[in-house]
Structure formats: structure tokens, C-alpha cells
């Protein structure tokens, strides 16, 4: 256990829905970011929030849309994804945004978009 | 090229081998981590270290700036070890981390 909690753990869903994935983190950490792990492919980071403003958009298309009400929470909400956008997609959480941080991860959430 | 490599790719062993899992890498870093993933996904934070060596319990890390070089060691391996080992870099003074594509390591009986 983390201190960094991510629901829902799975999900499946057609390419015309909408949902949301939800990180939450215990650990009174200002930094969150949201990571996307593909098969056979290392971790791509796709957003960092630090204090509750993105300071970071890796190049996401924009069917990706993240959201961080407060320094605890963060979400990614998905609106007609690709089949290609199918991975595990993981939640981390730092004290600080300063680089020799250890970053905390979720258990991430599967996602299978058919 | 990934600018972070790790070798081997997949890792077979008998418990209670040594084993060595290595990274190399191509930029200027300030820290490198070592990250285990079990099955279903999480991911634990095994070491940051930026020189030297750390160790914590059977495992060890390893870091050698000048060559762009870490090794993590476990010794005295156990089936519930097996995991994939990521490595990965932080880059200069950006908050980014740069990952290696994991090692994936089988401990059998």
C-alpha cells in the first residue's frame, strides 16, 4: 500500500463512451502525474500537476483531458478513445516537483477500449 | 534509441541464485530509480540514487556516473521477488522521469 489509490482498477469501454479515471493520494504530496504503460513499451508520462496547475502536457491528444480539483485528487477523463489507447494507466505522486523526488504509484487502472 | 536501456530483458533463475539486473544510460542525470511492477500493475519504488551504493535488505543498487551505469543485485532470490525491474532516470533539473522498458524476472522453486 502507497498512500496513492486508483479507481476504478478496470475498465472496458467502447470507443463512443466517456468515463473518468479517479487518483487519490494520502500522502499530502503537492505533485501528481498520470503515466501510460503500453505492452512492451516503457512508461510515458503524459501529465504533471504540482499544486494544482498542469505544468506539464506530454503531447496528449486531446481525447485525454485531466483534471486536478485539488492537491489530493486528480483525474483523466476519456472521450472517444482508440482501440490503441488500450494500457495500464498509472497515477504517481511526489512530494515536491523537484527531480531527485521519489515518486509513489498507484495500482494503476487496465483499460481496454474495443 | 531509448535513451535508457536495461539488460537483460527477461530473467530466469533458481531461488537463492544472485542476480544482477543492469541500466545504462545516454543523458546527464541528477537521480536514477529502480522500480519493481508486480502482476496487476503497481509499482513500488525500490531506491533513488544519485552515487555509490544503497542497499536495503537483499537487494543492492549500484550507480557509476562517470560510465552511465547502475546495477541492482538481489541475492539469495525468492519466487516472490519475481517482478519486472524498471529503471529509470530523472533528467538534468526537469521533473520528467525516463524509463527503461523493465526487466522481467522469474524466480522459481
Known amino acids: 500500500e502507497t498512500g496513492v489509490t486508483q479507481t476504478p482498477r478496470h475498465l472496458v469501454m467502447g470507443m463512443t463512451n466517456k468515463k473518468s479515471l479517479k487518483c487519490e493520494q494520502h500522502l499530502g504530496h503537492n505533485a501528481m502525474y498520470w503515466y501510460k504503460q503500453s505492452a512492451k513499451k516503457p512508461l510515458e508520462l503524459m501529465f504533471v500537476?504540482?499544486?494544482?496547475?498542469?505544468?506539464e502536457n506530454n503531447s496528449v491528444p486531446s481525447r485525454f483531458s485531466p483534471e486536478c480539483p485539488n492537491s489530493s485528487h486528480l483525474f483523466l477523463h476519456l472521450h472517444t478513445l482508440q482501440p490503441e489507447d488500450s494500457a495500464l494507466y498509472l497515477c504517481?505522486?511526489?512530494?515536491?516537483?523537484?527531480?531527485?523526488?521519489?515518486?509513489?504509484f498507484g495500482p494503476g487502472t487496465r483499460l481496454l477500449v474495443l | 534509441k531509448n535513451e535508457v536501456e536495461q539488460s537483460p530483458q527477461n530473467l530466469t533463475a533458481q531461488e537463492g541464485e544472485f542476480i544482477t539486473i543492469n541500466c545504462s544510460y545516454s543523458?546527464?542525470?541528477?537521480?536514477l530509480h529502480w522500480l519493481q511492477q508486480h502482476p496487476g500493475g503497481g509499482i513500488v519504488s525500490l531506491f533513488m540514487?544519485?552515487?555509490g551504493k544503497k542497499k536495503h535488505g537483499r537487494l543492492i543498487a549500484t550507480i557509476n556516473i562517470q560510465e552511465k551505469h547502475s546495477s541492482l543485485h538481489i541475492t539469495a532470490s525468492h519466487p516472490r521477488d519475481s517482478a519486472v525491474y524498471i529503471c529509470?532516470?530523472?533528467?538534468?533539473?526537469?521533473?520528467?522521469?525516463?524509463f527503461g522498458k523493465g526487466t522481467k524476472l522469474t524466480v522459481n522453486p
Open positions: 540514487l544519485s552515487s
Open positions: 504517481a505522486s511526489s512530494e515536491d516537483l523537484i527531480p531527485r523526488e521519489t515518486q509513489y
Open positions: 500537476y504540482s499544486l494544482e496547475e498542469r505544468v
Open positions: 543523458v546527464g542525470i541528477s537521480a
Open positions: 529509470a532516470v530523472s533528467q538534468g533539473g526537469s521533473e520528467k522521469l525516463v
